[in-house]
C-alpha cells in the first residue's frame, strides 16, 4: 500500500520508542533502569481517580461538549486568572486529548502550507513532527548552554524571513530545563509583535520550578499573539489519561473546536470529571511531588557530574537532565544515539539521545523516578563509560 507523502515524512516520536524498548527488555527479564520518557513515578492523587470513577458510576459516558463540559472550561478560566493573571473566558478554551493533541489542533489552525514556525533548539522531540504533519516548514534556532538554551532577540531577529508565522515557546523547557524570567520574556515579545506572529506557549511544566523560580507566561505581554497550552500528565501525574488544554484569541480557539469536533470529538468523557477535581482541589500533591523532585534533580545532577567526560547544567525546571556527553565520545561512538544504544545494550539504562532534540552531544535522563533508579542507572553509566574514555 503507498502511504502518503505527509505520513511517510513523519518520524515516530523518540522518546515513546525508547520507552516502550525498556518496557520489552524488563518483560525479558533484564534489570532495566529506565530513565528515558518524562513521567512522574507518583501515583496518580486517590481525588482524581474517585472523581473518574464516580463519573463512570454516574453514566457520564456520553459524549460531552466537543471542547469539554462547561465546568471544566470555567475551573481552567479560574485557574488562568487565578495563578497566571490570564484571562480567557471558558469560550476561549479548548480542552483536547492531551497537551500534544492541542498543539497538534492549534498547528492546524494556524499553519498555511509553507508557513515558516521558529522552534529553538534544543527542542521537545514531537514540535518538528507536528509543525511539518500540519503543513507548516520547522524553522530551528539553535540555543546552547552559554545562553541558558533560551532564544534572545537577536536570535529572532536572525530567523525571521519573509513566510515566518510563528514560534513555539517552552518554558520550562524540555529538555533543557530553561525557564525564561518575566524580563527575558517581555524583552523578544518586541520582536514578536513588531512581526506579528504567534507564539504557542507550551507550559506544561509550569509547576516544575526550583530553587524559589516563579513560571511566567508570554501571555501576560502579548495575549492576542498567544496560545498557552497547559495539561495534566505531569502536574497531577496522569500521563496515560491523556488530557490537556489550549487558551486563547477566539478565532483561534473557534478553528481547534471545528477541527476536534470532526477528528476525535470531545476527550474522554470521565476523565474530563477527574480533570475537573484536579482543578478544584488542594495543590498539596502537586507541592510534594515538585520538592521531591527538586531533591532528585540535585542528586542526579551531582551524580552525572562525577563522571569523566560528563558536563551537566543544572537545570531551573521541568524534569530532566540534559547532560552534554561529547567528552566521553571516541572513535566508535561518535554521537548521542550510539552512546544511548551502547548504554541501554551494556548498561541496561534507557534514555533519550540528545539528537531527537536537535543536538548530538547531549543525552537526556528522565529524574521523575526513584532515587534508587536514579543513583542505580547513573552508577552503571558511570561503570559503562570508563571503558570508552
Ligand atoms: N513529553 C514526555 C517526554 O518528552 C512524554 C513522552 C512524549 O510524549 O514524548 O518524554
Redesign the pocket.
Known amino acids: 500500500m503507498n502511504i502518503s507523502e505527509k505520513a511517510g515524512n513523519v518520524a515516530g ?1 523518540e ?2 520508542a525508547i ?1 516502550s524498548k525498556a518496557k520489552e527488555l524488563k518483560n525479558k527479564g533484564f534489570s532495566v533502569i529506565n530513565l ?4 512522574p513515578d507518583f501515583d496518580t492523587p486517590d481525588y482524581i481517580k474517585e472523581a473518574i470513577i464516580k463519573a463512570l458510576k454516574d453514566g457520564k459516558t456520553k459524549y460531552t461538549d466537543a471542547s469539554s463540559i462547561i465546568e471544566l472550561r470555567e475551573a481552567i478560566s479560574e485557574k488562568l486568572k487565578k495563578e497566571n493573571g490570564l484571562f480567557y473566558s471558558p469560550s476561549q478554551i479548548i480542552v483536547s486529548s492531551g497537551a ?1 493533541h492541542s498543539i497538534t489542533n492549534i498547528l492546524f489552525s494556524l499553519c498555511n502550507p509553507g508557513d515558516g514556525v521558529i522552534i529553538p533548539s534544543p527542542y ?3 514540535y518538528v513532527e507536528m509543525v511539518k504533519f500540519a503543513g507548516g516548514i520547522p524553522i530551528i534556532v539553535k540555543t546552547t548552554k552559554g545562553d541558558g538554551f533560551k532564544v534572545s532577540t537577536e536570535m529572532l531577529k536572525n530567523a525571521i524571513v519573509e513566510n515566518v508565522k510563528g514560534i513555539i515557546l517552552n518554558s520550562p523547557s ?2 533543557t530545563g530553561a525557564v525564561y524570567t518575566e524580563k527575558e520574556l517581555l524583552e523578544i515579545t518586541g520582536i514578536i509583535k513588531e512581526n506579528n506572529l504567534w507564539v504557542i506557549s507550551d507550559e ?1 511544566y509550569e509547576k516544575f520550578v526550583y530553587d524559589g523560580l516563579l513560571h511566567k507566561s508570554i501571555a501576560q505581554f502579548i495575549p492576542e499573539n498567544t496560545i498557552v497550552i497547559n495539561g495534566f ?1 505531569k502536574t497531577y501525574a496522569m ?1 496515560g489519561l491523556r488530557i490537556g488544554y489550549a487558551a486563547g484569541p477566539i478565532d483561534v480557539i473557534k478553528a481547534a473546536a471545528r477541527i476536534q469536533s470532526q477528528t476525535t470529538s470531545n476527550p474522554c468523557s470521565i476523565i474530563q470529571y477527574g480533570a475537573l477535581s484536579a482543578m478544584t482541589s488542594s495543590n498539596d500533591f502537586v507541592s510534594n511531588m515538585v520538592s521531591e523532585f527538586e531533591k532528585r534533580r540535585n542528586l542526579i545532577v551531582s551524580s552525572l557530574n562525577q563522571i569523566n567526560g560528563m558536563d551537566c547544567p543544572m537545570p531551573e525546571g521541568a524534569f ?1 537532565a540534559f547532560c552534554d556527553v561529547s567528552g566521553v565520545f571516541n572513535e566508535k561512538i561518535k554521537g548521542s544515539s550510539s552512546l544511548a544504544e551502547f548504554l541501554i545494550n551494556e548498561a541496561k539504562v534507557a534514555l ?1 539521545p540528545g539528537a531527537a532534540f536537535g543536538d548530538d552531544n547531549y543525552i537526556r535522563l ?1 529524574y521523575a523516578n526513584s532515587s534508587f533508579d536514579i543513583e542505580e542507572g547513573v552508577s552503571r553509566i558511570k561503570e559503562a563509560v570508563s571503558h570508552l574514555v
Open positions: 516520536s522518546t515513546l520507552s528515558s520518557v518524562g513521567e500534544k521537545w522531540v514531537s524540555n529538555p506544561v500528565s500521563t530532566y533519550v528522565s
